[in-house]
């Protein structure tokens, strides 16, 4: 199964940190790439650093939230407290190939709710955009403690205790 990530609603500045965590999040539960819907070069410039030198071919882009929601070709989840708990719907999502999974910031618009095939709850408590995604992500492809990333220059080597760190490669 192939799984993207729309993160709707990033503020320049204030946004930047947690943003930047949705996005790494979704790296590392083993989605795509990610995409917001306004261009913030620090934020893409730093998770691109995290994948050069972590590995793989995770890509962050810019897209118009309406025009991916409507023409993308897949089943199209919305996380939001207010919908449908996972377990009930986790069979129907299972079975898709290929997924976007929309996360919000500020007040999500209303169409967004109506454009998504599903609006899927972690729990109807307010918490967070990347643990929203995170629960999401690891229900539904269940990944995290397998994958590895290509092309890494840097890979860590598990240890009870410190901080071991393997260079692969120079550049
Ligand atoms: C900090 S919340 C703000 C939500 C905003 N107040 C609203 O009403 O749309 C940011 C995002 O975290 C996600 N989120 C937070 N709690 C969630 C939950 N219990 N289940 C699913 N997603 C959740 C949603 O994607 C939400 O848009």
Redesign the pocket.
């Known amino acids: 199964m192939e799984i993207y990530v729309l993160r709707?609603g990033h503020r320049i500045g204030r946004d930047q940190r947690i943003s930047t965590h949705v996005a790494l999040t979704a790296r590392a539960f083993g989605a795509k790439g990610i995409y917001f819907t306004r261009s913030d070069k620090n934020l893409f410039e730093s998770v691109r650093k995290v994948v050069e030198t972590w590995g793989g071919d995770f890509f962050v882009e810019t897209a118009d939230w309406k025009r991916l929601i409507t023409n993308f070709d897949g089943l199209k989840v919305?996380?939001?407290?207010?919908?449908l708990p996972l377990p009930e719907k986790i069979e129907e999502i299972k079975r898709a190939k290929k997924l976007l999974v929309?996360?919000?910031?500020?007040?999500?618009p209303k169409e967004v709710y109506e454009l998504c095939d599903l609006n899927?709850?972690?729990?109807?408590?307010?918490?967070?955009?990347?643990?929203?995604?995170a629960v999401?992500l690891e229900k539904v492809l269940g990944v995290v403690f397998n994958l590895s990333f290509d092309n890494a220059k840097l890979k860590i080597i598990p240890s009870e205790r410190g901080k071991k760190v393997l260079k692969v490669r120079d550049q």
């Open positions: 709707l919305h996380l939001t407290m207010y919908g929309v996360v919000g910031a500020e007040k999500v899927i709850s972690i729990g109807t408590q307010p918490h967070s955009e990347v643990s929203a995604l999401f």
